[in-house]
């Protein structure tokens, strides 16, 4: 079965300070990978995407960047976090010939 | 063009009673209608689905659909104090095919 990977869980990092956080999915190939952010209280803000490696698609010019080094890894950066980058980010998977988007746990970002 | 409208912001219901959760949208060229079910601290678990179809039913959960009015909603018959979660609506489809729309939300209290 395909399962998704996140973490860390929780992350409190100072203003000006570089991130990265990592999502990997098991059992399935060529995934399409997204990276999503929620402010508290809001929606689901789609970030960026990805359909293959190397291949990124942002959705929101930001302080974030987002990379594929490998199939089933996408990753989340940033060189110098600011304050409004505190939230919680999920990264989530849809498999090529499906239709559902499968989300992991999420990582809680605080930038202080 | 690209947006998924969603009503209300959040909805206080007693147990056994039949929360509605209002979506619509622009783009005609959506044809996947996804809804999620988030817990506090969690990441969003699909909870139905719908294509441009009148009717769902899952369960205690119902999905009726207005491709004319481009409007979608969701019942939860007798509601339980386990159903208090954020409910997002979605879609996907034409240019956004790659990409899930969410709806900003709904947070749902069932209270005893």
């Known amino acids: 079965s395909q399962t998704i990977h996140q973490w860390p869980a929780t992350l409190v990092q100072p203003v000006g300070s570089p991130l990265s956080l990592e999502c990997t999915v098991e059992g399935t190939s060529n995934p399409n990978l997204y990276w999503y952010r929620q402010a508290a209280g809001r929606g689901l803000q789609l970030l960026f995407y990805s359909v293959g490696i190397g291949q990124i698609s942002s959705e929101v010019p930001q302080n974030l960047s987002a990379s594929r080094p490998q199939d089933r890894q996408f990753i989340l950066s940033s060189k110098k976090l600011l304050l409004s980058d505190s939230g919680f980010y999920l990264c989530?998977?849809?498999?090529?010939?499906?239709?559902?988007?499968?989300f992991g746990q999420g990582t809680r970002l605080t930038v202080v | 063009q690209q947006q998924v409208k969603q009503s209300p912001q959040s909805l206080i219901v007693q147990k056994g009673g039949i929360p509605i959760i209002n979506c619509a949208y622009e783009?005609?060229?959506?044809?996947?209608f996804p809804w999620y079910q988030q817990f506090p601290g969690k990441g969003p678990a699909l909870l139905i689905a719908i294509r441009p179809d009148v009717e769902k039913k899952e369960g205690r959960f119902t999905i009726s659909f207005n491709k004319s009015a481009k409007q979608f909603s969701l019942h939860i018959m007798d509601s339980q104090p386990g159903d208090s979660a954020t409910y997002f609506c979605a879609a996907r489809g034409g240019t956004s095919y790659d990409k899930v729309i969410f709806g900003p939300g709904t947070s749902l209290s069932v209270i005893p």
């Open positions: 783009n005609t060229a959506f044809d996947y």
């Open positions: 989530a998977w849809r498999g090529f010939m499906n239709t559902e988007a499968f």
